[in-house]
């Protein structure tokens, strides 16, 4: 059996061939990478800009149950936790990576681009770059909203209780109440008479009740504070 001689030019024209298919490859995964980014800049800046649309057109059979809320449900649980449900445009913290994922999948996944979104965050997370359990939702109409991501650090386990003083008036009150008790309990008796009575007690009582109800009124007016119920989805003072 005789051998085929090797045709250095034959081989030439192969390799060159091969090397120019492999160049195809790269530029290929060039303008697929090149296409990602410049997608990804476009999600960003509509994250950044003033919502649109008030609903996105999803494809309801493809949805979580689980990651749809009620404006209501929302509502609840800012008011609950002092914290701010906004405009993404408002948001100052960084959005990672996986949120952009999710907001291309939905997009690929329901064949259409995201518009309206909006973000659970606490009040600082509108002024400052901070990582507090901020949620990524878009809105779905008649109140609902499909919730993308979350991301950051979970809420101290006390918030709740910290955010219930800043509910209403009333639980301002009832606070400034127990904690001017607390700090009567505190004083020694006999540190004002040497024969400390009941009256003397009550007199003790309101004198810490004026003296602390100074200092809240002095903290929420000066500071320009406010009530969850009065600041969970407000634009104005979004530094408090």
């Given at each position: 059996?005789?051998?085929?001689?090797t045709?250095?030019?034959?081989?030439?024209?192969r390799?060159?061939?091969?090397?120019?298919?492999e160049q195809?490859i790269?530029?290929?995964v060039?303008?697929?990478?090149?296409?990602?980014?410049?997608?990804?800049?476009?999600?960003?800046?509509?994250l950044?800009?003033?919502?649109?649309?008030?609903?996105?057109?999803?494809?309801?059979?493809?949805l979580?149950?689980?990651?749809?809320?009620?404006?209501?449900?929302?509502?609840?649980?800012?008011?609950?936790?002092?914290?701010?449900?906004?405009?993404?445009?408002?948001?100052?913290?960084k959005y990672?990576?996986?949120?952009?994922?999710?907001?291309k999948?939905?997009?690929?996944t329901?064949?259409?681009?995201?518009?309206?979104f909006?973000?659970?965050?606490?009040?600082?997370?509108?002024v400052?770059?901070?990582?507090?359990d901020?949620?990524?939702?878009a809105?779905?109409?008649?109140?609902?909203y499909?919730?993308?991501?979350?991301?950051?650090n979970d809420?101290n386990?006390?918030?709740?209780q910290?955010?219930?003083?800043?509910?209403?008036?009333?639980n301002?009150?009832?606070?400034?109440l127990?904690i001017s008790?607390?700090a009567?309990?505190?004083i020694?008796?006999?540190?004002f008479t040497k024969?400390?009575?009941?009256s003397?007690?009550?007199?003790?009582?309101?004198?810490?009740?004026?003296s602390?109800?100074?200092?809240?009124?002095?903290?929420?007016?000066?500071?320009?504070?406010?009530?969850?119920?009065?600041?969970?989805?407000?634009?104005?003072?979004?530094?408090r």
């Amino acid at each position: 059996m005789l051998l085929t001689r090797t045709n250095i030019h034959d081989k030439l024209l192969r390799e060159r061939s091969k090397s120019e298919q492999e160049q195809d490859i790269l530029a290929q995964v060039e303008a697929i990478f090149t296409q990602d980014r410049f997608r990804e800049s476009g999600i960003i800046k509509t994250l950044n800009s003033p919502s649109g649309s008030g609903y996105n057109e999803f494809n309801i059979d493809l949805l979580a149950t689980e990651n749809i809320f009620h404006i209501k449900q929302i509502e609840k649980i800012c008011i609950d936790y002092r914290l701010r449900f906004l405009d993404t445009k408002y948001f100052k913290g960084k959005y990672p990576q996986q949120a952009l994922d999710n907001i291309k999948y939905l997009e690929n996944t329901h064949n259409t681009e995201l518009d309206g979104f909006k973000i659970i965050a606490p009040s600082k997370m509108f002024v400052l770059e901070k990582a507090d359990d901020p949620l990524l939702f878009a809105p779905m109409g008649n109140g609902y909203y499909y919730l993308i991501h979350k991301w950051g650090n979970d809420l101290n386990p006390f918030r709740k209780q910290w955010a219930w003083s800043f509910k209403s008036f009333e639980n301002l009150i009832v606070t400034t109440l127990l904690i001017s008790l607390v700090a009567t309990m505190l004083i020694p008796d006999g540190l004002f008479t040497k024969n400390q009575d009941l009256s003397q007690d009550v007199m003790v009582f309101f004198f810490m009740f004026k003296s602390i109800g100074a200092i809240v009124l002095f903290y929420a007016f000066a500071l320009g504070k406010n009530f969850n119920k009065a600041i969970w989805n407000s634009t104005y003072d979004k530094t408090r």
